[in-house]
């Protein structure tokens, strides 16, 4: 299945591993909000993660200055360690969980 799937942050912190204390906090203050102008300075306050199927995360929500809508590309997929995991628990929520839903979808 070609689509992005809902994930937990719990997910992304078995995605992540180690590096979740430090990265994932990290990549959510460093999104751009084009409404306040904020290149690379704007805070996401999270409202849903999805899954790519190359094992990349997205953060979706609103800016924590001005509230605009802003997502943040979170580059998982490089690492072969945490494209294992993210592999490992797209495979489990598609084919045996069902509980997730559809970027762009119906689910």
């Given at each position: 299945?070609?689509?992005?799937?809902?994930?937990?942050?719990?997910?992304?912190?078995?995605?992540?591993?180690?590096r979740f204390r430090r990265a994932y906090p990290q990549a959510l203050q460093s999104a751009h909000c084009p409404h306040c102008?904020?290149?690379?300075?704007?805070t996401v306050i999270v409202e849903q993660l999805w899954l790519n199927p190359a094992g990349d995360i997205l953060a979706q929500g609103n800016c924590a200055r001005c509230g605009h809508s802003i997502e943040k590309f979170i580059e998982t997929g490089i690492d072969p360690q945490q494209y294992d995991q993210a592999m490992a628990i797209r495979e489990y929520k598609i084919e045996v969980s069902k509980d997730y839903k559809v970027r762009g979808g119906k689910n």
């Open positions: 299945m070609y689509v992005d799937i809902s994930i937990s942050e719990e997910d992304v912190q078995l995605i992540m591993g180690s102008r904020k290149v690379d300075d704007a």
